[in-house]
């Protein structure tokens, strides 16, 4: 090989490895740099002592993991995850079979029973896998859920008498799961005052104090500058005065009107709902309220919080027939998260197609007289130029794009001065 080649191919082999390492330093710096998914969940360990004859004795204090998400919504169910660790077994089973687990909670999943765990060979080791249970979460609870585990039952089930009872080692341990929706201050039952407006027929209405339990429920997510739903349910409580009508409230096309406070992520102040209202057909004491969707859009990222608002009974909410005004202060605060819209940005309008015009033929009589220096046995090549250029902008006969012919032109020369360059170098050594 020539010394100029083995120059080319010395820079040729250099190249070639400063790619290589910056596509591995590229690689690391991406692996580095993306952040790990965060676990969302709570988690707590819990240490249990087990009897029986299927795990070994040396074997017999496991530490279970109880896992559950970050945040759950009162009158839901949500997935807890109870991890069995790996085991080991008092005596390898003859043939391969699966591990039962069935696990003694509080409060009790709605799921209860044994549940199939991990595959067991004919090994004494039995690896480590999770069963899920549904918790269920009653209406209106707040703060959070305490879980507690009380027992656990393993077993095998080719040999269900073959089985461990394990205990936890502390029985007040507990696995506390938040409530996403409220933050657990201020009270749900709201002291509305209640009176006719001002000019109503009903002269001898007394107002009244009336106790109402509201409970909001957010949407479990929200995007901004879209509507977000949140329900509004009330029940009349038994401490307060007695919720009644005036004399001449409408018997038809009635409707409850719940108005409920917002601030944060450039929520409205105030947003209200309706409902279709009955009457009671007996009296004017009302017992039940209906449930009410109240709708807010927030216009930014953030978290939105909510309070109860004032109810107004009637046809209109301007011009009700009876109007609850509840307080402003003191109480419970619910709250949602907002976060980026993931609407699509408007595609830009398409651009304008013009309607293609007929093609008209033109025959027309050429005559070609041949150059004298040119065989007549040559094909001549004509070229014709349209008297207009075409809608596209090229010329109406102009073929191919130029431009690749330049590049590929372009490309030749400085091919060519590189050989020209090569062969004058080994020109002048030799």
Same mark, same amino acid.
């Given at each position: 090989?020539?010394?100029?080649?083995?120059?080319?191919?010395?820079?040729?082999?250099?190249?070639?490895?400063?790619?290589?390492?910056?596509?591995?330093?590229?690689?690391?710096?991406?692996?580095?740099?993306?952040?790990?998914?965060?676990?969302?969940?709570?988690?707590?360990?819990?240490?249990?002592?087990?009897?029986?004859s299927l795990l070994a004795q040396t074997a017999r204090s496991i530490t279970v993991t109880l896992s559950a998400p970050d945040s759950v919504t009162a009158g839901q169910a949500f997935d807890l995850s109870v991890g069995i660790p790996t085991l080991t077994?008092?005596?390898?089973?003859?043939?391969?079979?699966?591990?039962?687990?069935?696990?003694?909670?509080?409060?009790?999943?709605?799921?209860?029973?044994?549940?199939?765990?991990?595959?067991?060979?004919?090994?004494?080791?039995?690896?480590?896998?999770?069963?899920?249970?549904?918790?269920?979460?009653?209406?209106?609870?707040?703060?959070?859920?305490?879980?507690?585990?009380?027992?656990?039952?393993?077993?095998?089930?080719s040999t269900p008498s073959t089985s461990a009872t394990c205990t936890p080692t502390s029985s007040t341990e507990v696995l506390e799961v938040p409530i996403g929706n409220s933050d657990d201050t201020g009270t749900d039952v709201v002291k509305y005052s209640?009176?006719?407006?001002?000019?109503?027929?009903?002269?001898?209405?007394?107002?009244?104090?009336?106790?109402?339990?509201?409970?909001?429920?957010?949407?479990?997510?929200?995007?901004?500058?879209?509507?977000?739903?949140?329900?509004?349910?009330?029940?009349?409580?038994?401490?307060?005065?007695?919720?009644?009508?005036?004399?001449?409230?409408?018997?038809?096309?009635?409707?409850?009107?719940?108005?409920?406070?917002?601030?944060?992520?450039?929520?409205?102040?105030?947003? $209200?709902?309706?409902?279709?209202? @009955?009457?009671? /057909?007996?009296?004017? #004491?009302? +017992?039940?309220?209906? %449930? *009410? !969707? &109240?709708?807010?859009?927030?216009?930014?990222?953030?978290?939105?919080?909510?309070?109860?608002?004032?109810?107004?009974?009637?046809?209109?909410?301007?011009?009700?027939?009876?109007?609850?005004?509840?307080?402003?202060?003191?109480?419970?605060?619910?709250?949602?998260?907002?976060?980026?819209?993931?609407?699509?940005? $408007?595609?830009?309008?398409?651009? @304008?197609?013009? /309607?293609?015009?007929? #093609?008209? +033929?033109?025959?027309? %009589? *050429? !005559? &070609?007289?041949?150059?004298?220096?040119?065989?007549?046995?040559?094909?001549?090549?004509?070229?014709?130029?349209?008297?207009?250029?075409?809608?596209?902008?090229?010329?109406?006969?102009?073929?191919?794009?130029?431009?690749?012919?330049?590049?590929?032109?372009?490309?030749?020369?400085?091919?060519?001065?590189?050989?020209?360059?090569?062969?004058?170098?080994?020109?002048?050594?030799?």
């Amino acid at each position: 090989m020539s010394q100029v080649g083995r120059r080319l191919a010395q820079k040729t082999s250099a190249l070639g490895l400063m790619g290589t390492l910056v596509v591995f330093v590229c690689s690391i710096f991406f692996v580095v740099s993306t952040p790990s998914t965060a676990s969302a969940a709570v988690q707590k360990q819990f240490a249990f002592t087990c009897n029986g004859s299927l795990l070994a004795q040396t074997a017999r204090s496991i530490t279970v993991t109880l896992s559950a998400p970050d945040s759950v919504t009162a009158g839901q169910a949500f997935d807890l995850s109870v991890g069995i660790p790996t085991l080991t077994l008092a005596q390898a089973p003859a043939a391969a079979t699966k591990l039962q687990v069935e696990a003694t909670l509080t409060p009790t999943p709605q799921d209860s029973g044994a549940k199939e765990g991990a595959d067991v060979t004919t090994s004494t080791t039995v690896p480590a896998k999770a069963v899920v249970y549904k918790i269920p979460v009653a209406t209106g609870t707040t703060g959070k859920v305490s879980v507690r585990p009380t027992q656990l039952e393993l077993s095998l089930l080719s040999t269900p008498s073959t089985s461990a009872t394990c205990t936890p080692t502390s029985s007040t341990e507990v696995l506390e799961v938040p409530i996403g929706n409220s933050d657990d201050t201020g009270t749900d039952v709201v002291k509305y005052s209640c009176d006719v407006p001002t000019g109503s027929t009903d002269t001898s209405y007394e107002a009244r104090e009336v106790d109402i339990k509201v409970v909001l429920t957010p949407p479990s997510s929200a995007t901004a500058n879209a509507d977000a739903s949140i329900t509004w349910t009330g029940t009349i409580q038994s401490t307060g005065d007695t919720l009644t009508l005036p004399t001449g409230f409408p018997t038809t096309g009635a409707k409850m009107f719940a108005t409920i406070k917002a601030s944060g992520a450039g929520a409205p102040s105030t947003a $209200t709902g309706e409902a279709t209202f @009955t009457p009671p /057909t007996t009296g004017n #004491t009302v +017992t039940t309220l209906p %449930t *009410v !969707t &109240i709708k807010v859009k927030p216009t930014t990222t953030g978290t939105v919080k909510l309070t109860a608002g004032d109810l107004a009974f009637g046809t209109s909410s301007t011009s009700p027939a009876l109007k609850c005004t509840a307080p402003t202060t003191g109480l419970k605060e619910y709250s949602f998260t907002v976060s980026n819209s993931t609407t699509s940005p $408007t595609p830009s309008p398409s651009p @304008t197609t013009t /309607t293609p015009r007929p #093609t008209q +033929t033109h025959t027309a %009589t *050429v !005559t &070609i007289t041949p150059s004298a220096t040119r065989s007549t046995s040559t094909p001549t090549r004509n070229s014709q130029t349209p008297k207009a250029g075409a809608d596209t902008g090229a010329g109406g006969m102009a073929g191919p794009d130029g431009r690749l012919f330049i590049l590929t032109g372009t490309a030749l020369v400085a091919a060519a001065a590189i050989g020209g360059l090569v062969l004058r170098r080994r020109s002048i050594r030799s």
